[in-house]
């Protein structure tokens, strides 16, 4: 088949299938309105984080319907440590030491990985799967359908997360327990701090590339945050963590937020490429 009549079978083919998914998705409840949110008073609470105090968001994510889990708490991970706990503890002593803006124990690479994931996490991964993806629409429309479901559901368990704890960000539990003047190297989310969403959506997008292209699959990868820096990769595994640890070295996430949504990303991926499966 020429190509010219190949790509316009493709993209005929695209329409369709966002038609079909938009009608299967009507009323799934994204479009609800956000529902309200109070910040609490106790350690451990989350706060309104600088410098915006903008007001958190998806707070209604966790009734939106999802693609292919049960429900949105499926994988739900445990409650995070107390605040005063020793686990708490060295987990924020380390952000505080590795994620400041100013005064940072950081190296020069440390500090060019925590910017360099800055933007959207699952754009991101997108690109990753553009770099690997072989060429043929069949194959290549299958990675990103199963990559970008798995997404979908990732999101929707992470803020069921994210609202059930409504964890205090580091900055917060920083500059309230430890040095008041504390800055981390990049502005906060608006949202809750755990499970963080780098760690899960990161964990969830290698072990579905890994499924599909085998996990040692090299590949380089720009950002948007950087232009002109390219980092390069051995495996999908490996991105992963680099991405998932940037949050600690932009000072947005305790590994302890990183290592919760990891594991959630891990059980939603076996999921998603379980249900997806040819039987």
Partial sequence: MPAGRDRARGVDTGRLAAAQIL???AGDGSAAAPLPF???????????TPPA???PVFTHWSGVKPFVLWSAAQFRPPAPPAPDSPKAAAA???VQALGAAGGSVRTADQTQIGLFWNPPIWAAWNRVAEAVAPGGIDSDARTFATLNVTFADTVIAFYDAKYTYRLWRPVTAIRATLDPAWTPLSPTAPDPSYPGAHGAISAAAADVLAARYGNDTAFALGSPA???????????SEAAEEASVSRIYNGNHTRVDQVAGENLGHDVAAFVLGGL???
Avoid: C, I, K, M
């Fill in 226 to 236: 950087l232009p002109g820096v390219t980092r390069t990769f051995t495996s999908f």
């Fill in 92 to 94: 924020l002593a380390e």
């Fill in 53 to 55: 105090l903008a007001a």
């Fill in 23 to 25: 009608r299967a998705r």
């Fill in 277 to 279: 499966r040819p039987h």
């Fill in 38 to 48: 109070t910040p609490g008073t106790n350690p451990g609470d989350y706060q309104l």
